[in-house]
């Protein structure tokens, strides 16, 4: 019935279904000079420490200033970025400019805090990327300690082995290392266990129904005690009210992240919450 419902054999769904693959195809295809026109701009999400409110650091997020649709958000843009294989040069440009920005607040003399910037499955597969990090901190001039990288639980199952020789190399040079939307992917708990890992970043999914939401309480619950034996601390993703940041202090998440304290701000904006957070 709907198929049929255009009246000129072109139904909806077949309409709409052409207007997304042009909508794919014109974006893919903007996207290739995207960082050559300067068109990406980094957003950063403070982090808190959940007990005092104490600002510890910022997850940086990339935005796409369209010359055309304004801006564009890293949900629609990054998996035609990992599709198209555009993906390593944009992470390039992103892992460079959060050292940047980070080096330069702190020469400006910020507290020292640290920048966590997300990496892509098909970053790891297709350049190296551990020349690519070392590049960007000495060409920025960033400590190490004050770079978090962030992996998630789909990067996992592709070729542990190689993963976690990557990852080793990685904190082996002192640059800290979460994973990110933890809950969400299928990653096992063996691995976890592998992984060396400093940080859980639990997913949004699980923080938004708290507290009323008993099931996703007992999971957080656990998923903070798990992270606690294993040795490494906690991130809640997405938390908006008070109530939330109230629960999650009560089970030990070490740290917050979320619309509550504030949304993704540009580098101007960020600068300016933490001088009124200071
Ligand atoms: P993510 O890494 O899990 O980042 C957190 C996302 O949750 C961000 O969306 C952030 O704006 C949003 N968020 C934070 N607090 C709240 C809250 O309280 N409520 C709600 N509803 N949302 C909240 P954003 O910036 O749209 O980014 C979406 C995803 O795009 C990111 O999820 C990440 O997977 C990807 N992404 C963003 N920047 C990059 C990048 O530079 N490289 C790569 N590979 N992926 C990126
Ligand atoms: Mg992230
Ligand atoms: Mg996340
Ligand atoms: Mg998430």
Redesign the pocket.
């Known amino acids: 019935r709907i198929r049929s419902s255009g009246g000129n054999g072109i139904g909806l769904y077949d309409e709409a279904m052409g207007k997304a693959a042009a909508h794919y195809l014109s974006l893919s295809t903007d996207l290739k000079y995207a960082v050559q026109n300067n068109e990406l701009r ?2 950063y ?1 403070p982090k808190v420490e959940a007990a005092t409110g104490r600002l510890v650091g910022m ?5 796409w200033m369209h010359p055309k649709r304004g801006m564009i ?3 629609e843009f ?1 998996p035609i970025a990992e599709d198209t294989g555009l ?1 390593v040069e ?2 390039r440009w ?1 892992l460079h400019e959060a050292c940047r920005q980070n080096a330069a607040w702190q020469r400006d003399g910020l507290r020292a805090l640290r920048v966590a ?4 499955a098909r ?1 790891f597969r297709s350049t190296n990327l551990l020349s690519e990090i070392d590049a960007a901190i000495a060409q920025t001039g960033l400590p190490v300690n004050a770079l978090e990288l ?1 992996i ?1 639980e789909s990067m996992v199952m592709d070729d542990p082995d190689t993963l976690i020789e990557l990852l080793n190399a990685i904190r082996q040079r002192g640059i800290y290392l979460a994973l ?2 933890f809950g969400t992917g299928h990653s096992s708990l063996s691995y976890l266990k592998r992984f060396p890992i400093d940080c859980i ?1 639990i ?2 999914a699980f923080i ?1 129904d708290l507290p009323d939401n008993l099931d996703d309480v007992a999971i957080v619950k656990t998923i903070v005690a798990m992270a606690k034996a294993l040795d490494m601390s906690t991130v809640a ?4 009210t008070a109530e939330q940041l109230a629960l999650l202090n009560t089970i030990d998440c070490d740290q917050i ?4 304290f504030s ?2 701000l540009a580098a101007d904006d960020f600068l300016a919450f933490y001088r009124k957070h200071n």
């Open positions: 980094l957003h999400q997850e940086a997020l990339v935005r958000s890293p949900a990054i993906i944009i992470g992103v910037v997300n990496l892509s970053q962030e998630t990110d939307d970043k997913d949004r938004k993703e997405g938390v908006e992240q979320g619309f509550f949304r993704p």
